[in-house]
């Protein structure tokens, strides 16, 4: 048996959580926070609450809200500057993934210098990072838990992937309530990007059992829950299991890391203006579909998790109604189907596979794969 | 809803992890080490692979070893002494639960100052603790993640329930391989310590979806390999089960705290030299009946972890049939069954029922309980 790790933030979870965030700032030592936030969630109204408990817990803050989806590394030397000509002790995250993310690298390069490509891989960060409490908004990245930061690199058209203990947050204050601002497509687009995180980290080289417990209650939940999440914004119930489907797939993938869906994704979205969401569940079937081969038993698991009779069924039949289930889930709640829909030119996909190749989440694929491998794959999706 | 709390250390899980307690301590910034552990321990070898990583790591290190089972308060001040003396910054705890309960305890004096017995109840450290990394090797206490130390008051006679999140170690190790030296007897008390501690927490107040998860995995664990842990010292997939289902039972009722069992073994420990997994094993069938109405429902959960098959049964049935389950499986591995047999007196029974209703774990037992309540339960199991 190998040695497992297994690594999580303090985590606060309930409505009404993210009132929380100002004396969860204190608890850290910050007297003077950054707040990095963007600016539909400033137009949503969560930022002023997280605002207001910052006043009420006496906490100077400076406001950073300069980011866009797939967020960029001019994005985080913009926020750095910010952070630093403020003299800020500690960092707030508030919003969807690129928020967040972008306040992770934002921490990485205020206590070690260097430009954030520096740190780009597994286990470059060598200084400590300043407190970091995270508010996800969106049931969807996992980022708030996660060892992971995602920026693009605007000169190399391609998302670095940046993955260090050092990037878990030191308290993620998850509050379903943030999730009733979301519109019908983006809780779509991330509850798939849940389902495609509990499903990469199961068939993960390196899933343990700490992390198998996570995802299969990430997928099972998913399975019961987003359609109603869809449809509903103020379905309290839907939206609490998906806030809680999406807080335990990020701790199934922080520990177990990810597959081939987020390499290729991540290629996808470093030159495409695109939710990650939608790339992922344009490709998740079609990596299922070359995984299969891997670990049956475990695409077997998880029809049943997404719970599918499996009974009288092979691995391998079972592993197939999985997919059948994943594709079906998709087209009912209006995800683009096909990568010619969000706007890929097929001319790219040679270039995009070899970036796909690099990525750090191809190293724990369950299925061994080649350029041409991704190429194929990309070519089925598209 | 209610906002759920759930923190957790690090953790390193697997065979030969032990070995990584040295370079674990660096990365905490130790440079000169407290190692509690007791007698069993070293005798079993484990301390010297402890204090050999140790070594290789260019730490110094003391050894205390005055340790107890059911550990006492003039024990942690002993431990204090010695760390202050060697000019400590750091503790390693390993053993079972007594020495990392202790190594706890000292890590609160240390840096708190006063008597330990400032420190019961919830919350009551202020100063930020040592470092500490914890080595279970009994797969029982789950002390190695828990936010929890008991700690015996001598004068008192009664165990003192401290409680706070300061006690959360900062990294947890956890290798199965050290099981192998442990007797059958003692694994079934451990083992059924863990079971104690997967109910408890399953039917808890404070049971949130992130402690259930770890609950029912601890619990179904325990249905399926105690038995084979118990029969051979060899059977490395039992171990390895067993170690991960105290850790999973640990995540759990750390995060969910406790109920009426343990505030009664408390009160029994206290005062009797007896293993703490045996008092809880002989009360658990009878606090499982008296719970029993206040939540059906997970009951009848608990039977199907279990593996028993409740179809077409009412939950109050399906929940008898957990209890049935549970003491079946406690006279299967030879465990003690009555307190009597483990030599409590007759007419203590009162004064432990007074104690154990002012213990901190019986706030979030699931049923009502008053003094009355507790000595008839005391009784059945006498």
Same mark, same amino acid.
């Given at each position: 048996?190998?040695?497992?790790?297994?690594?999580?933030?303090?985590?606060?979870?309930?409505?009404?959580?993210?009132?929380?965030?100002?004396?969860?700032?204190?608890?850290?030592?910050?007297?003077?926070?950054?707040?990095?936030?963007?600016?539909?969630?400033?137009?949503?109204?969560?930022?002023?609450?997280?605002?207001?408990?910052?006043?009420?817990?006496?906490?100077?803050?400076?406001?950073?809200?300069?980011?866009?989806?797939?967020?960029?590394?001019? !994005?985080? !030397?913009?926020?750095?500057?910010?952070?630093?000509?403020?003299?800020?002790?500690?960092?707030?995250?508030?919003?969807?993934?690129?928020?967040?993310?972008?306040?992770?690298?934002?921490?990485?390069?205020?206590?070690?210098?260097?430009?954030?490509?520096?740190?780009?891989?597994?286990?470059?960060?060598?200084?400590?990072?300043?407190?970091?409490?995270?508010?996800?908004?969106?049931?969807?990245?996992?980022? !708030?838990?996660?060892?992971?930061?995602?920026?693009?690199?605007?000169?190399?058209?391609?998302?670095?992937?940046?993955?260090?203990?050092?990037?878990?947050?030191?308290?993620?204050?998850?509050?379903?309530?943030?999730?009733?601002?979301?519109?019908?497509?983006?809780?779509?687009?991330?509850?798939?990007?849940?389902?495609t995180?509990?499903i990469e980290?199961?068939?993960?080289?390196?899933?343990?059992?700490?992390?198998?417990?996570?995802?299969?209650?990430?997928?099972?939940?998913?399975?019961?829950?987003?359609?109603?999440?869809?449809?509903?914004?103020?379905?309290?119930?839907?939206?609490?299991?998906?806030?809680?489907?999406?807080?335990?797939?990020?701790?199934?993938?922080?520990?177990?890391?990810?597959g081939a869906v987020h390499a290729m994704s991540?290629a996808v979205?470093?030159?495409?203006?695109?939710?990650?969401?939608d790339i992922n569940s344009i490709l998740l079937p079609y990596v299922m579909e070359y995984n299969l081969l891997a670990?049956?038993?475990?695409f077997?698991?998880?029809?049943?998790?997404?719970?599918?009779?499996?009974?009288?069924?092979?691995?391998?039949?079972?592993g197939k109604?999985a997919i059948e289930?994943v594709k079906q889930?998709s087209m009912?709640?209006?995800a683009p189907q096909r990568l010619s829909d969000i706007?890929l030119e097929k001319d790219e996909i040679p270039h995009m596979s070899?970036?796909a190749f690099?990525?750090?989440?191809m190293?724990?694929n369950?299925r061994?794969v080649t350029v041409e491998d991704i190429e194929e794959i990309f070519r089925r999706a598209w």
């Amino acid at each position: 048996m190998n040695i497992h790790k297994f690594v999580m933030p303090e985590v606060i979870f309930g409505n009404g959580a993210i009132e929380q965030v100002g004396e969860s700032c204190l608890r850290l030592g910050a007297t003077n926070v950054l707040i990095v936030s963007d600016p539909g969630v400033i137009e949503a109204g969560w930022l002023d609450v997280a605002v207001k408990s910052c006043k009420q817990a006496n906490l100077k803050y400076t406001i950073f809200h300069d980011v866009t989806i797939n967020p960029k590394d001019i !994005e985080v !030397e913009k926020g750095c500057k910010v952070y630093i000509e403020n003299e800020c002790d500690a960092i707030i995250g508030i919003g969807g993934g690129s928020p967040l993310d972008v306040a992770k690298a934002i921490a990485i390069l205020v206590t070690n210098g260097g430009k954030i490509h520096d740190y780009e891989g597994v286990d470059k960060i060598r200084n400590p990072l300043p407190p970091q409490v995270m508010i996800p908004t969106t049931a969807g990245s996992g980022s !708030e838990v996660s060892q992971f930061s995602v920026i693009v690199d605007t000169l190399g058209q391609k998302k670095m992937t940046i993955i260090s203990k050092s990037l878990i947050p030191d308290i993620a204050i998850i509050d379903p309530e943030t999730l009733s601002t979301k519109s019908a497509r983006l809780t779509a687009s991330t509850g798939l990007d849940v389902l495609t995180h509990g499903i990469e980290s199961y068939v993960s080289l390196a899933a343990t059992p700490l992390t198998d417990v996570q995802a299969k209650n990430a997928i099972s939940l998913v399975s019961e829950y987003l359609r109603p999440s869809v449809a509903s914004k103020i379905n309290k119930e839907a939206k609490t299991h998906m806030a809680m489907a999406s807080l335990q797939a990020g701790l199934a993938f922080s520990n177990a890391i990810l597959g081939a869906v987020h390499a290729m994704s991540h290629a996808v979205g470093g030159k495409y203006p695109v939710l990650h969401g939608d790339i992922n569940s344009i490709l998740l079937p079609y990596v299922m579909e070359y995984n299969l081969l891997a670990t049956p038993k475990k695409f077997a698991d998880i029809a049943t998790f997404l719970g599918i009779d499996i009974r009288g069924l092979s691995y391998m039949e079972a592993g197939k109604k999985a997919i059948e289930y994943v594709k079906q889930l998709s087209m009912e709640i209006d995800a683009p189907q096909r990568l010619s829909d969000i706007g890929l030119e097929k001319d790219e996909i040679p270039h995009m596979s070899v970036i796909a190749f690099h990525d750090a989440c191809m190293i724990t694929n369950p299925r061994d794969v080649t350029v041409e491998d991704i190429e194929e794959i990309f070519r089925r999706a598209w």
